[in-house]
């Protein structure tokens, strides 16, 4: 069965402090990785998909890395416009459209 | 109107009501979805459907009901709902094109969800 875990469950940081959001995935063929980002009371908002390992994208102060067990979301210097919780799904090569999603990382970054 | 939107934002229904909530899609997408969204729970996907027609059943109970009427709108009908059903459910929608090699290449794009509090 697929599975995404996401680490730390929160993470506070001061602004301009960077630091990296994991997600550790098991998955029967790796068809895509995404990372999305949700604010309260929103729905999730796309940043990033990954497709192979060694892929990385970046936009503004994130990027978003791939390997074959596990992706990361590194923020840097973040700002407190960046809190928010950062979801990590994969899909898998099955043919299914179903995204398996991990809980989240709620980071918040202090000004 | 850009996007994906969903109405109403906020619901709260008694046990015995009906209900239904509405999506819309104005990305020119072919897919939609429908997710529950509960707390310390990750997204559980409900319902796929493709060219309007569902594709994907994931063990929903028969109290929630879809209807894709065409490929811009996806409704959740909802009635004799339990408390335990009280979620932000989300809507999606995706491009389903087939890139090189047969892989398929789509994101999902969400709605901002309906608020739902059953009593």
């Known amino acids: 069965e697929d599975q995404v875990t996401q680490s730390p469950e929160a993470l506070r940081l001061q602004e301009g402090e960077s630091s990296s959001l994991n997600c550790s995935y098991t998955?029967?063929?790796?068809?895509?990785l995404f990372w999305y980002r949700q604010d309260p009371g929103k729905g999730p908002e796309f940043l990033f998909t990954?497709?192979?390992a060694g892929e990385e994208k970046e936009k503004e102060r994130l990027k978003a890395t791939l390997t074959k067990k596990e992706s990361f979301l590194h923020i840097t210097a973040p700002k407190p416009e960046d809190s928010a919780t950062y979801l990590c799904?994969?899909?898998?090569?099955?043919?299914?459209?179903?995204?398996?999603f991990g809980k989240g990382t709620k980071l918040t970054v202090n000004p | 109107e850009t996007g994906v939107t969903q109405t109403p934002r906020h619901l709260v229904m008694g046990m015995t009501n009906k209900k239904s909530l509405k999506c819309e899609q104005h990305?020119?997408?072919?897919?939609m979805y429908w997710y529950k969204q509960s707390a310390k729970k990750p997204l559980e996907l409900m319902f796929v459907?493709?060219?309007?027609?569902?594709?994907e059943n994931n063990s929903v109970p028969s109290r929630f009901s879809p209807e894709c009427p065409n490929s811009s709108h996806l409704f959740l009908h909802l009635h004799t709902l339990q408390p335990e059903d009280s979620a932000l459910y989300l809507c999606?929608?995706?491009?389903?094109?087939?890139?090189?090699?047969?892989?398929?290449?789509?994101?999902?794009?969400f709605g901002p969800g309906t608020r739902l509090l059953v009593l």
């Open positions: 998955v029967s063929g790796l068809r895509g």
């Open positions: 799904a994969v899909r898998n090569q099955g043919g299914s459209e179903k995204l398996v």
């Open positions: 459907y493709s060219l309007e027609e569902r594709v």
């Open positions: 990305l020119g997408h072919n897919a």
């Open positions: 999606a929608s995706s491009q389903r094109d087939r890139g090189l090699a047969g892989a398929i290449k789509e994101t999902q794009y």
């Open positions: 990954l497709y192979s």
